[in-house]
């Protein structure tokens, strides 16, 4: 195990609703990615915080948004739920060591899926 | 802009045979790094290696083995003498370093079956 964990494990909502998903990062982590992944599909990269600011952002329109805490944890938050939101949602820890950006590892927690009928 | 394109969708191999999944990806950045991960069926991603783009050294660990080759931007995983639990979903991935997030783009996935 990574250390990284996800809630909820599952959830379903209605489309147009809005849905907070949760990640802690494993201890000594200061950086969080999201992912989505759809089925049959490698995981994209949504946006990855550092230090509590948003660090950058993959191709997804602004009703995909995130918080991280100042324990590190993170939060992701879609609005105007979509059919194609539907997917296993992904979330990453790593060390940043200064300027270093590529030279650490992420380490993923089990993701949560979301089903958006 | 970056690629990765895992060609093999499905492989199917039975115990004890090795098995060679392939990885090849597009950048035009000089530095760069290069990432497998495994996805069992319970969904979590396992880091398995990283290699930056100046160490072309192929690496062993164990029954897995990685080969490295920038002359034709390949990036292969060997698995040696095949075991059930290695059934899984295997992602090669890459990370740019000029996009500072570090973010990973994943190519499509090889899903390995080991048949005992």
């Known amino acids: 195990e990574t250390g990284v964990t996800q809630s909820p494990t599952h959830l379903i909502k209605t489309r147009g609703q809005q849905v907070t998903l949760r990640c802690s990062s494993q201890?000594?982590?200061?950086?969080v990615s999201w992912y989505q992944q759809a089925l049959g599909q490698g995981p994209q990269f949504i946006f990855q915080?550092?230090?509590?600011?948003?660090?950058g952002r993959g191709n997804f329109p602004p009703r995909f948004s995130g918080l991280q805490f100042p324990n590190y944890s993170s939060e992701l938050n879609v609005n105007a739920l979509e059919l194609d939101d539907s997917a296993l949602y992904l979330c990453?820890?790593?060390?940043?060591?200064?300027?270093?950006?590529?030279?650490?590892?992420?380490?993923f927690g089990p993701g949560t899926r979301l089903t958006v009928t | 802009a970056q690629k990765v394109t895992q060609a093999q969708t499905e492989i199917s191999v039975v115990e004890k045979e090795d098995v060679t999944l392939d990885c090849v990806y597009e950048t035009r950045d000089t530095t760069y790094y290069l990432f497998w991960y495994k996805q069992p069926p319970s969904g979590e991603l396992v880091f398995l290696i990283r290699?930056?783009?100046?160490?072309?050294q192929n690496e062993i660990s164990g029954r897995y083995s990685w080969n490295f080759q920038k002359s034709t931007s390949s990036f292969n995983f060997t698995i040696t003498a095949s075991q059930v639990v290695d059934s899984a979903v295997y992602f090669c991935?890459?990370?740019?370093?000029?996009?500072?997030?570090?973010?990973?783009?994943f190519g499509t996935g090889t899903r390995l079956t080991v048949i005992p």
């Open positions: 991935a890459l990370s740019e370093d000029q996009t500072g997030a570090n973010n990973l783009f």
């Open positions: 915080y550092y230090r509590e600011e948003e660090n």
């Open positions: 990453a820890s790593s060390l940043r060591r200064g300027l270093a950006v590529n030279s650490y590892e992420q380490y």
């Open positions: 290699r930056n783009s100046f160490d072309e």
């Open positions: 201890s000594g982590h200061n950086t």
